[in-house]
C-alpha cells in the first residue's frame, strides 16, 4: 500500500470536507443558492487579502488574473515596471509584450529579494509608469519579497502596484490596504486548498480609476464587466461553480483556525523544513525564504529526477524540480494550506531515506530532530479570532 502525498507548491492538498463539498449535486450557476455563497465567499476572500475592496472572482488560473490586471490597468503603448526576479514574476512581462505594453524589467539575481531602494531609482528613472507588477512568493525560487516596503514607495507615485500573490495569499502575511497594493492576484489550487480552476483579484479605488480611463482589449477578462456583476454577486459568464461552493468551506476553515494563525502555522512549517533540510548538509536556494515552500539546492553528484522519483516511487510523495534557468538545479517541497508539521516531518524523514538510498552521506535522523527541535521551541501566542 502506497499513501499519496502532495507537497507540491501547488496545486496542494484539498482538504476532506471540501473534497466532499466538491462530490455534491450540481446546482445552476444563477440561482439564488449560488448567490449567496458568493456573498458569503465574497466577506471571506476580502477577510483573507485584508482589503475592503472589490475582490473579483474568476474562472482561471492564477495567470488569469495576472493576464486580467495587466490588459485592464494599462493601455497598449503604456509602460509598466517589471521586479524579475523570477520564472514567475517574468511573465509579467511576457504578458505585457502580449498586448502591447511597454515592459521595463528591473531585474533582480534569482534568489534574491527585490531591492525597494533600486525600486524607488526605477521610478525616477520612469515617472510614466502606469503599474508596477511584483511578486509576493516567488514560487520557482522560494524567494519572499519585501511588498510592504515596496508598497510604500509606490504609492507615492501615480504609478499603481500589481501583486502576483497567487502562492503566497493565505500562505504568509500580506494585507493589501495597509501595504498599498491596489492589484492583488490569487489562486484557488495553492494556500486556499482548492483544485486549480478560480483566480481572484482585489482591486482599489486607485486601481479602478486607472481601469475606468480606458476601453480594455479584454473581453473574457474585462474588470469592469467582473465588477458590475459582482454587484448583484454574480459574474458575467459561467462560473466554475463548484469549486466557488468547495471555497466556501475552505474559508471557513481559514476562519475558524483564524488567519494570524494561519500564517503563524505556515512560518513554523517553513522554519521547521529549512532546519531539516539544512540539517542534511543541504543548500537552500533563497536568502529570503517565502512561506510555503523550501527550495534547496541539488548536491553534487546527485540529479534532482532521480531524488524526486525516489520520493514518489518509495514513499508517494511529490515534490517539483527547477524551472527555467534553474532546471535541474532545485528542488521545491510544498507546504502550504491543508498541511500542518507532521506533514514536515514526514516528507523529511522521506528525503533522509531516500537521499540515503542514492549513496548521499548524511546522519540519519538529523532532518527530522532539527525540524523537531524548531517545533518542540515554538510556543504559540494566544491570537484572537
Same mark, same amino acid.
Given at each position: 500500500m502506497q499513501k499519496p502525498r502532495l507537497m507540491t507548491p501547488g496545486p496542494s492538498s484539498v482538504p476532506e470536507d471540501v473534497l466532499l463539498e466538491l462530490a455534491r449535486p450540481v446546482i445552476h450557476h444563477r440561482s439564488a443558492e449560488a448567490k449567496q455563497v458568493i456573498v458569503e465567499v465574497a466577506a471571506g476572500l476580502k477577510e483573507?487579502?485584508?482589503?475592503?475592496?472589490?475582490?473579483?472572482?474568476?474562472?482561471?488560473?492564477?495567470?488569469?488574473?495576472?493576464?486580467?490586471?495587466?490588459?485592464?490597468? +494599462?493601455?497598449?503603448? $503604456?509602460?509598466?515596471? +517589471?521586479?524579475?526576479? $523570477?520564472?514567475?514574476a517574468a511573465r509579467w512581462g511576457d504578458i505585457c509584450k502580449a498586448f502591447g505594453i511597454n515592459a521595463v524589467m528591473l531585474d533582480t539575481e534569482w534568489g534574491q529579494p527585490v531591492d525597494p531602494a533600486q525600486v524607488a531609482e526605477a521610478l525616477k528613472q520612469h515617472p510614466d509608469t502606469a503599474c508596477v507588477m511584483g511578486t509576493l512568493s516567488e514560487t520557482s525560487t522560494g524567494t519572499g519579497h519585501p511588498i510592504e516596503a515596496i508598497g510604500k514607495i509606490v504609492a507615492q507615485t501615480p504609478a499603481l502596484f500589481a501583486v502576483d500573490g497567487i502562492s503566497g495569499v493565505g500562505a504568509m502575511e500580506c494585507r493589501a490596504d495597509a501595504w498599498g497594493i491596489d492589484l492583488l492576484c490569487a489562486g484557488s489550487q495553492k494556500a486556499f486548498m482548492l483544485p486549480p480552476g478560480l483566480a481572484f483579484v482585489s482591486v482599489s479605488p486607485k486601481a479602478w480609476a486607472k481601469i475606468d480611463a480606458f476601453d480594455s482589449k479584454s473581453f473574457y477578462f474585462n474588470l469592469k464587466s467582473a465588477r458590475k456583476k459582482m454587484k448583484e454577486f454574480d459574474t458575467p459568464f459561467t462560473p466554475a461553480h463548484t469549486l466557488i461552493l468547495a471555497l466556501r468551506t475552505a474559508l471557513r476553515?481559514?476562519?475558524?483556525?483564524?488567519?494570524?494563525?494561519?500564517?503563524?502555522?505556515?512560518?513554523?512549517?517553513?522554519?521547521?523544513?529549512?532546519?531539516?533540510?539544512?540539517?542534511?548538509?543541504?543548500?537552500?536556494?533563497?536568502?529570503?525564504?517565502?512561506?510555503g515552500l523550501t527550495a534547496f539546492r541539488v548536491p553534487d553528484g546527485l540529479k534532482d529526477g532521480d531524488i524526486r522519483k525516489g520520493l514518489v516511487d518509495h514513499f508517494g510523495l511529490t515534490t517539483v524540480g527547477g524551472q527555467g534557468k534553474i532546471k535541474g538545479q532545485i528542488i521545491r517541497i510544498g507546504h502550504m494550506g491543508y498541511t500542518d508539521e507532521i506533514d514536515v516531518v514526514a516528507g523529511l524523514a522521506a528525503l533522509e531515506l531516500v537521499l540515503h538510498n542514492l549513496g548521499y552521506k548524511l546522519t540519519p535522523g538529523a532532518a527530522v530532530t532539527a525540524a523537531q527541535q524548531v517545533i518542540l521551541g515554538h510556543k504559540p501566542a494566544a491570537v484572537s479570532k
Open positions: 483573507v487579502f485584508q482589503t475592503q475592496n472589490d475582490v473579483l472572482i474568476l474562472t482561471a488560473s492564477g495567470t488569469g488574473a495576472m493576464e486580467a490586471v495587466t490588459v485592464n490597468s +494599462v493601455p497598449p503603448g $503604456g509602460k509598466a515596471l +517589471v521586479l524579475n526576479a $523570477g520564472h514567475f476553515r481559514i476562519k475558524e483556525e483564524g488567519l494570524e494563525n494561519v500564517w503563524t502555522r505556515h512560518r513554523l512549517m517553513s522554519a521547521a523544513c529549512q532546519a531539516g533540510v539544512q540539517a542534511l548538509g543541504l543548500e537552500l536556494y533563497s536568502s529570503s525564504p517565502a512561506e
